[in-house]
């Protein structure tokens, strides 16, 4: 399973961006997908989590202005991310937990996108 992510940017505070990441190959059934975040020299911590059923949760520091959707279909995950403040800046990684036929599951990981927000 590749993941690719794309939509980061340099954005001026309370402005918005929209992350995007999709999944290809050799997938059987993805479970849970989600955005994480790594801000400079600062550990990875959740953003948002959205699972096969469509529910969600979302950082405290984040609730009200992004919001995680998928696209079952397409194996795609999109965030959302509105009234954006400097301390959202981070690297934004997507996260698939894939489940193969013999009912295995793994996590992959994308390649990271940066978000910079700043004046």
């Known amino acids: 399973v590749q993941l690719q992510a794309y939509g980061g940017g340099l954005v001026h505070p309370g402005g918005y961006l929209t992350l995007s990441c999709a999944a290809s190959?050799?997938?059987?059934?993805?479970?849970?997908m989600a955005w994480y975040r790594q801000p400079p020299e600062k550990q990875r911590d959740l953003v948002a989590n959205?699972?096969?059923?469509?529910?969600?949760k979302y950082a405290d520091s984040v609730k009200g202005r992004f919001t995680i959707t998928r696209d079952s279909a397409k194996n795609t995950v999109t965030l959302q991310m509105n009234s954006l403040k400097p301390e959202d800046t981070a690297v934004y990684y997507c996260l698939v937990v894939h489940k193969n036929g013999a009912g295995i599951t793994a996590d992959y990981w994308g390649q990271g996108t940066l978000v910079t927000v700043s004046s």
């Open positions: 959205i699972n096969s059923r469509g529910s969600t």
């Open positions: 190959g050799g997938i059987f059934e993805i479970n849970d």
